[in-house]
């Protein structure tokens, strides 16, 4: 079983962000933590007594605002209430700005192995664009203090399709990102959401060089061409965005988890989780979180919405989807007649796999209409 555990806080939000996030201070820590501790003991205790936890992931937000000494609170809670398997993965985001060797050491003594740096970007301009925080100059010294400190499993996230992107500058940024001790990099397009700053500009302004839009011409095409500069520095895609340093495996295993149709649990503000049929979320608000921690909003998910969410999600991995989801397969031959897809046998089952990552969502649609 997963548990995602939910750290709402930001020292600032950024103008394309539409995550549950919060820009707080300091003095509000104490009290969500109390009440994100009180959540998980119940969730672990009462709850779902005797789980067994296979990876952990502290989202954001920007965790690594908060001391070691909330962690310490938080796994203390975690250890005496699960069973946290020997491999299990725990991984905690971090802004690049908020990083420290001492932070790192505490982290990894507590069993954190793994980290997601926010980068976003090497380049100054666009990290302006992206309204970060962080200079070009604080990265390398950020991934530098996360290794020294002890976590050698390391991924950052990069953006692409801005209105400055071009080939030259992606592939400088992948450079730069492979130059560093990195395992892991997820590349994601930049997205317009409703409920982000971007997407309320979008609404009021007349379009010019920089406004927030997103060309999907332009998107498939530099998506194509990060894919092929991280091939070059080492990095194979394993989900449509997605990339792995050659021979490491370091797959995200809860990323994966969720992509396979994994069983999770979610803590803390808005955090979502899913046992069998029963989909649950928690309140978003950070003030009625803390008065009640305990609160689930509970959507029942029929057969066929899980059916329809393991197809949608396995086809976004190099694993695909097990071929026993389809009561009848005969209408997927134009699927391999156009050679859009193929079966691949992993012990012993047969699984549905996109020849192109790139078009997962588009095979997913095409299949959801006929069955």
Not at 131 to 147: F, G, L, T
Not at 202 to 230: G, H, M, V, Y
């Amino acid at each position: 079983m997963l548990l995602y555990v939910h750290i709402p806080f930001c020292a600032s939000k950024c103008g394309y962000c539409a995550f549950n996030s919060f820009v707080v201070e300091q003095d509000n820590f104490e009290s969500y933590i109390q009440a994100l501790c009180a959540d998980i003991e119940h969730t672990l205790c009462h709850l779902h007594p005797h789980s067994h936890i296979s990876s952990i992931f502290f989202g954001g937000g920007t965790p690594n605002l908060l001391h070691s000494e909330h962690y310490e609170a938080i796994f203390t809670i975690l250890y005496k209430n699960a069973f946290i398997s020997k491999d299990c993965e725990i991984t905690l985001e971090a802004n690049v700005n908020y990083l420290n060797t001492q932070w790192c050491k505490d982290l990894v003594s507590l069993g954190a192995n793994r980290l997601s740096v926010g980068i976003q970007s090497f380049d100054k301009d666009k990290i302006a664009f992206l309204e970060r925080e962080h200079s070009v100059y604080e990265i390398a010294k950020c991934v530098e203090n996360a290794y020294n400190g002890g976590f050698k499993n390391i991924s950052c996230d990069l953006i692409i399709n801005t209105p400055l992107d071009s080939k030259t500058l992606i592939s400088s940024e992948i450079t730069q990102a492979a130059a560093l001790p990195l395992s892991h990099i997820s590349v994601y397009t930049l997205s317009i959401d409703e409920g982000s700053r971007f997407f309320l500009e979008s609404k009021k302004s007349k379009p010019t060089q920089n406004s927030k839009t997103i060309d999907s011409k332009t998107d498939e095409e530099l998506s194509f061409w990060a894919r092929e500069c991280l091939k070059e520095n080492g990095f194979y895609q394993y989900e449509v965005s997605n990339y792995v340093k050659f021979n490491t495996n370091a797959e995200c295993k809860h990323n994966l988890g969720y992509w396979q149709g994994e069983e999770y649990l979610g803590c803390g503000a808005g955090a979502v989780g899913r046992i069998a049929n029963k989909r649950t979320r928690a309140y978003p608000s950070l003030n009625e979180y803390i008065k009640n921690p305990y609160y689930r909003l509970v959507e029942e998910l029929s057969e066929e919405d899980l059916r329809l969410e393991q197809i949608m999600l396995g086809l976004r991995c190099v694993k695909g989807v097990d071929m026993a989801v389809f009561d009848d397969e005969r209408f997927l031959k134009p699927l391999f007649d156009d050679k859009k897809c193929f079966r691949e046998s992993y012990n012993g089952k047969l699984f549905l796999v996109a020849d192109e990552l790139f078009l997962a969502d588009e095979i997913a649609t095409w299949i959801l209409c006929r069955i």
